[in-house]
């Protein structure tokens, strides 16, 4: 069975999170996927609601490429 983890993402320009699923935990500087479009994990915050059930939210941005 593969375990899976749920994320709360907020994109630039969009008023309300996204909920996603992956089966790897996201940390900070990473890439993930969102609708087919791969963003740069800027930050992963763990709110405490005290019901123990947390989905972790996270911040992106549009992954920098180097100029050509």
Do not use: C, K
């Not at 500087?29 to 915050?45: A, P, T, W």
């Amino acid at each position: 069975m593969e375990t899976e983890y749920a994320w709360d993402v907020f994109i630039p320009g969009e008023d309300l999170p996204r909920r996603v699923t992956t089966d790897y935990i996201v940390t900070d500087g990473e890439l993930i996927s969102v609708d087919g479009r791969n963003l740069l994990v800027q930050r992963v915050d763990l709110p405490d609601d005290g019901d123990g059930n947390v989905v972790p939210l996270v911040y992106v941005d549009a992954p920098h490429e180097p100029a050509p």
